[in-house]
């Protein structure tokens, strides 16, 4: 008789404490995703965020997918546009008040420098919101890891040996910085010269600029550049500072050295190898939110 009442009161403590359990668990998950990049203002340069929206569907066709620009600058000139886009802190409020408990956001930038380092910042406070987000995991930029360098320059390689010669160079144009981040253009640049050294890097804001890259042309003999973006989209940057028709843009300074330039108005994010570079970044933060 007492086994029988022990019995029964070790079966009520254990139904109580499922009843706990269940109580607990009505709080859902529920995984969002966040893309985050620089941003741009010229429509046409959109195309790349396309691609890497329909991409990133494609991998995670069940999760919403959002995106938020960290320039204050391009998300002013679009507001006038009329067309509103979030701030990565204001994103990430709405979504924890939307009920999304678990956000991997992925960094769309090339380098882990500043603008990554902020959105880090930003991201980690987001995390443990009473009421609002659990877990908030930020995704590395495209080149972080060796690995990343072999992939892009392996990739890069594939896609314009046949551009480069002995006469003709490819020169890349990376949009520098002042963050000890911006090593990894030199950094880079040697992954790419393990190809050819008919690659070159160089930046329009950090080290080295064009004026360092010309004397490296010169002393093997180029006859013609073709110059492209290393950045996320072809924006401002590439439609200007590379290929305008203003003096100090570089297709009008290779050419007033002699030089035949050719330009190829293409941002990174347009190609698939590129996202998938970024999408498996990604995919790394998702599985261990
Ligand atoms: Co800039």
């Known amino acids: 008789m007492r086994l029988f009442i022990v019995k029964i009161f070790i079966l009520s403590l254990l139904t109580m404490s499922i009843q706990e359990v269940s109580a607990h668990k009505k709080i859902e998950t529920n995984n969002g995703i966040l893309l985050v990049t620089f941003g741009t203002s010229y429509p046409e340069a959109r195309v790349a965020f396309a691609n890497i929206e329909k991409k990133v569907k494609d991998a995670f066709p069940d999760v919403e997918v959002r995106w938020a620009y960290t320039s204050k600058i391009i998300r002013r000139i679009l ?95 990376g949009h520098g910085t002042h963050h000890a981040a911006n090593i990894y253009y030199p950094g880079f640049q040697y992954y790419l010269q393990q190809k050819s050294d008919k690659y070159f890097l160089g930046t329009v804001e950090g080290y080295p600029m064009l004026e360092q890259i010309i004397p490296q042309l010169k ?71």
């Not at 072999?150 to 896609?159: E, P, T, V």
């Not at 009008?252 to 190609?271: D, P």
Request: aromatic share 8%.
């Open 79 to 173: 507001k006038k546009r009329g067309n509103n886009i979030d701030s990565p802190s204001e994103a990430l409020a709405k979504m924890g008040e939307e009920g999304f408990t678990h956000i991997a956001v992925q960094s769309l930038h090339v380098i882990p420098g500043e603008e990554f380092e902020n959105l880090k910042l930003t991201v980690n406070a987001f995390n443990k919101m009473p009421k609002g987000i659990q877990i908030a995991k930020l995704g590395n930029p495209l080149l972080f890891l060796d690995e990343d360098n072999q992939a892009m320059a392996s990739f890069l390689d594939g896609k314009f040996a046949d551009i480069t010669n002995s006469k003709s160079a490819l020169l890349f144009m």
């Open 219 to 289: 002393a093997q003999k180029i006859k013609k550049v073709v110059l492209t973006p290393f950045m996320t989209v072809a924006g401002d940057h590439a439609r200007n500072d590379m290929a305008g028709d203003e003096d100090d843009s570089w297709k009008t300074i290779l050419e007033k050295e002699g030089f035949e330039v050719e330009c190829i108005l293409k941002g990174m994010a347009e190609y698939d190898d590129v996202v998938n570079i970024w999408i498996n970044h990604l995919k790394k933060v998702y599985e261990n939110l």
